[in-house]
């Protein structure tokens, strides 16, 4: 079992950066693949990025390609997702999560992660 602590959200002008961190617990967190999603107030939890358990593959929703960056640091056992040119509708709360590297199914659906953070509230100001 792994348990997932983020940090890192916060208030930001529109145009502005965050980068978010995601601190797993466990000697085995080189084992999963890391997703990072999102909710805004009144929607459905949604897909944002997530980086397979060798880091060497990223994946991204079409809103967020080119502004953010998924990336880890297995020795820490900490994932990230710096976000840059952030506007008004990246405003959420994001959540990491956790699903074992013998996953072969789509990175994007949220059913297919075991296990969940708390979630570290972003909000964009225009």
């Known amino acids: 079992q792994v348990q997932l602590v983020e940090s890192g959200g916060g208030l930001v002008q529109a145009g502005g950066s965050l980068r978010l961190s995601c601190a797993a617990s466990?000697?085995?967190?080189?084992?999963?693949?890391m997703g990072w999603f999102r909710q805004a107030p009144g929607k459905e939890r949604e897909f944002v990025a997530a980086i397979s358990w060798t880091g060497g593959s990223t994946y991204y929703a079409d809103s967020v390609k080119g502004r953010f960056t998924g990336s880890r640091d297995n020795a820490k056992n900490t994932v990230y997702l710096q976000m840059n040119s952030l506007k008004p509708e990246d405003t959420a709360v994001y959540y990491c999560?956790?699903?074992?590297?013998?996953?072969?199914?789509?990175?994007?659906?949220?059913?297919?992660?075991?296990?969940w953070g708390q979630g570290t509230q972003v909000t964009v100001s225009s």
């Open positions: 999560a956790a699903r074992n590297r013998g996953n072969s199914g789509s990175f994007y659906y949220r059913s297919g992660y075991d296990y």
């Open positions: 466990g000697r085995t967190f080189s084992s999963y693949d």
